[in-house]
């Protein structure tokens, strides 16, 4: 059985904290709002708060930041002239500004929004207080798709022009945006700066649709504004629990319910059905799937020969996975087809609205993934088990460094992650078997 290695077994057992801010494994929704809007190359965002909010974000955030570090004497006479006077440096910088309001300064209650009317920005009430990483991701998503509408709409006159006649501008506004833009040209969703293996998807995705002969359109959210206020109707997804295109595309194009949704390119078979789709909704553009379609196939029978030398050796693997909703249901899936694994406990970062209706065990999921972002609940699970690989984050390896282990969820601290490593498409699920194989045989050597 393994053996919890982070000289805490001697500790009572402790209910977990009740606080979202108490022993998270995962970043707070301040984080996570800075995520959605510093990937946006021509935007600069600022955190309206402490320096300890600025630096735990910039360490979490590849992209560039920057922050009010108010101090003792903003928290008691107001923060509003120090604000300013920040917004007003940085948008010398950039075209637009985004401001993201900490614990501290939402605590005091100032209206953000009201003290920077003068300046072109977008507005998150975002601290950390409200909930995990995710939460904040899902605000300022919303308040990015509520400035691209207002810009799509700045000239519309509710009081002089009926619906009707503001109806029909939109229309010809998507209208236009649909041949200017998506005649062969895809969106690619899902793109999180904070995902360690984003860069790799979003080369992927391109490379997949290279292949039959489509363009990239604008990339959610790793791109410059003015892409993404001007996006295809038809997306792909690298990683769905970070989608944005939906929110976007029903106010870039309300006439087209074809445009509300992001199709996974997680694992073989979403890869080939979203390009089935794709070819379907884009009939009237000449798309191969051919090589797509050659090529899973290729994948699929080196990954069965794959499991099945490994399965010739050993037993099946008895798996525990903790990462982002979307890349544990991947990595189940994958695990179970090719390795029959045995998932011992999966378990998510965060809790997706799909997941929040269903039942461990049901349908919607197999694999009885919950929502857990406490340290002490996972090593006290492990524990108890009698596991073969951990797949998750520097958190988990750190309380297990014995254990074989693949490397998926940030923090990725303990090995360097410098290449572009690809999860989604045909060469992220290439790279994950590789990554488990590895781990596992290297571990039955050193049990041995």
């Avoid at 053996?3 to 606080?19: V, Y």
């Avoid at 010809?172 to 995902?195: M, P």
């Avoid at 282990?405 to 790279?431: N, S």
Wanted: net charge negative; hydrophobic share 35%.
């Amino acid at each position: 059985m393994a053996k919890d290695n982070s000289g805490n077994s001697s500790r009572k057992k402790r209910s977990a904290p009740a606080s979202v801010c108490a022993n998270p494994l995962y970043p707070c929704a301040m984080a996570g709002a800075a995520s959605a809007l510093a990937g946006i190359s021509d935007m600069g965002v600022v955190i309206h708060g402490s320096s300890g909010c600025y630096y735990y974000a910039d360490m979490a955030v590849p992209d560039t930041l920057h922050s009010t570090f108010i101090v003792q004497d903003e928290v008691i006479f107001g923060s509003a002239e120090r604000l300013t006077e920040i917004v007003e440096s940085v948008s010398k910088l950039y075209n637009r500004i985004a401001v993201i309001n900490t614990c501290v300064p939402s605590v005091m209650g100032e209206d953000i929004k009201e003290i920077l009317a003068d300046y072109d920005t977008i507005c998150v009430d975002a601290p950390g207080f409200i909930g995990y990483f995710d939460e904040g991701w899902r605000l300022a998503a919303k308040e990015l798709a509520e400035s691209i509408k207002f810009e799509n709409s700045k000239n519309e006159d509710s009081n002089t022009r009926s619906t009707i006649e503001i109806s029909a501008t939109r229309a010809r506004i998507a209208d236009s945006a649909i041949g200017a833009k998506s005649a062969d040209s895809v969106n690619v969703d899902g793109v999180c700066s904070l995902d360690p293996f984003y860069k790799g998807n979003l080369n992927e995705a391109g490379r997949l649709l290279n292949l039959c002969g489509l363009k990239t359109a604008a990339v959610f959210c790793h791109d410059t504004y003015e892409s993404i206020a001007h996006p295809s109707p038809y997306s792909v997804s690298v990683n769905p629990d970070y989608n944005c295109a939906d929110i976007i595309n029903m106010r870039a194009f309300e006439h087209d319910r074809k445009s509300r949704s992001s199709d996974s390119l997680l694992g073989l078979e979403n890869v080939l059905k979203t390009f089935e789709k794709l070819s379907e909704k884009l009939s009237e553009t000449d798309v191969d799937i051919s090589r797509i379609e050659s090529e899973c196939e290729e994948t699929d029978e080196i990954l069965a020969k794959a499991g099945d030398r490994y399965l010739r050796r050993y037993d099946p693997p008895r798996v525990a996975v903790y990462s982002t909703y979307a890349y544990t249901g991947f990595t189940c899936e994958m695990l179970t087809e090719y390795l029959d694994a045995e998932i011992l406990h999966a378990a998510a970062r965060n809790t997706p609205p799909n997941l929040s209706s269903s039942s461990p065990g049901s349908d919607e999921n197999p694999y009885n993934i919950t929502d857990i972002c406490d340290l002490h609940m996972i090593k006290e699970t492990l524990s108890a088990t009698d596991f073969d690989l951990i797949i998750g984050s520097s958190f988990e390896h750190a309380a297990f460094p014995d254990s074989a282990f693949v490397a998926m969820t940030f923090p990725i601290r303990h090995r360097k992650m410098i290449y572009d490593r690809p999860l989604a498409g045909i060469q992220g699920a290439l790279y994950l078997m590789d990554e488990v194989l590895e781990a596992l045989e290297n571990g039955a050597k050193n049990s041995n």
